[in-house]
């Protein structure tokens, strides 16, 4: 070994050993056993075993049980793969937030694939064992989440074929299908969300009925509306807007208001009781006053959570269309693209609106077409046209 001496690897009983401490051991990482000659695959395999522990140490990583996986398995391709992404990440100055990080379809197929063929040689797996997998995933699950296994399988597999764990032809997976699912196709109209709001006021949910009002107009995710802030405001003569960048990709947007749901804005802002820091979320619980005649104390009005927020939706939807109702807040984004699709708003236009990949050109047109509130506008213009359209529609199949 020369010079070099990488910690934690020791030459006892005749062949070498990458032997961690007991503070290691707590965090789970085992003893790792090489051979009697110490290649420099051995000597990479340890090393990047320390940078995982460094990693956990110093808190870059969440101090969670792991394992050490055999090498040239599934678990360690996976391990390599996610160490090179992070570092990829750090190269570029990026960080993932909390909401990116739970939506990441990695480590969510990792739980099915870490039990089935973590400690297996990639090369030993069968597409019988694959497709038993996914069937049983869609049997427990949903059919989204065994196609989102297998997805994520075949990127994981093309990553171990480039670090030589395996062929990249050779994917067992290629031997069966990996059908999408689907799509939602729910969609709510403007009169249905107009009561969902009325409702929501009346029954003192206010930062719910800004929410809603708001997640209609803007066409912006749950998470996205939840984290809008008053210095992300601007007001024009043409109505006010919102500045934001997406949560899921970081891509900018803008935000746009109608007068309807200004007026609702400014009312629940109004009604708070207490100033805003500029950075702070805007949209909060009912909170409570005082103490409740069944027990309890009182409480101040807390920014929205995303489990909070769908139970207090679920409420006021309950309440308006009744149990059986299952259309969620999510979907008046869909909701947005349909109008705006019936008033003749091309993809392009849509795209900017959501900032998304909507657009099969997306590329082209995020370099020579940034987003411009002209363009938002634009679209604003074609759900308004469209939105005349359904409800008409919807009036002569009711005649």
Known sequence: MGSDKIR???????????????????????????????TAEDKAHAIRLNEDWDRVRT????????????????????????????????????????EQESRDD??????????????????????????????????????SEAHRLIKVWRALWK??????????EADPSLTFSNSAPAPRQAVWTAAEVRLLVRRAWKA???????????????????VDVRRLTLSQMRRE???????????KTGRPAIATLTRRSERILRAYLGGLGFDLLSDAPIFRTR?????????????????????????????????????????????FRRSGVVEATAGGAGAEQISAK?????????????????????????VDEARRAGRAKIANKDRTKVS
């Open 8 to 38: 934690y690897l020791v030459f006892v009983c005749g062949r070498w050993r990458w032997r961690p401490t007991a503070a290691m051991r707590r965090h789970g990482f085992r003893l790792l056993n090489f051979g009697p000659a110490l």
């Open 59 to 98: 808190g870059a990583e969440p101090s969670v049980k792991r394992k050490v996986w055999p090498r040239g398995s599934v678990g360690d391709g996976y391990e390599r793969a996610r160490g090179i992404r992070a570092k990829e990440r750090a190269a570029k100055g990026l960080a993932l937030t909390t």
């Open 106 to 143: 990695w480590p969510r197929a990792w739980k099915w694939l870490e039990t089935a063929c973590g400690d297996l040689d990639p090369r030993t797996i069968s597409p019988e064992d694959l497709l038993a997998l996914r069937t049983l995933v869609a049997q427990r699950v949903s059919e």
């Open 159 to 168: 990553k171990m074929a480039a670090m030589g764990y395996c062929a990249r």
């Open 204 to 222: 003192g949910y206010r930062g719910l009925a800004a929410v809603m009002a708001v997640s209609w107009d803007t066409q912006l995710s749950p």
């Open 237 to 247: 003569e043409a109505g006010t807007l919102f500045l934001v960048a997406r949560a």
């Open 287 to 331: 909170g409570r006053a005082e103490s409740h005649a069944e027990g309890g104390r009182p409480w101040a009005p807390r920014p929205y959570t995303k489990d909070k927020l769908a139970t207090d939706f679920a409420v006021i939807r309950e309440e308006v269309f009744g149990k059986a109702e299952r259309r969620t807040l999510a979907d």
């Open 354 to 378: 959501m900032a998304n990949t909507l657009s099969a050109s997306n590329r082209l047109h995020r370099t020579y077409a940034p987003v411009e509130t002209a363009t938002v506008r634009q």
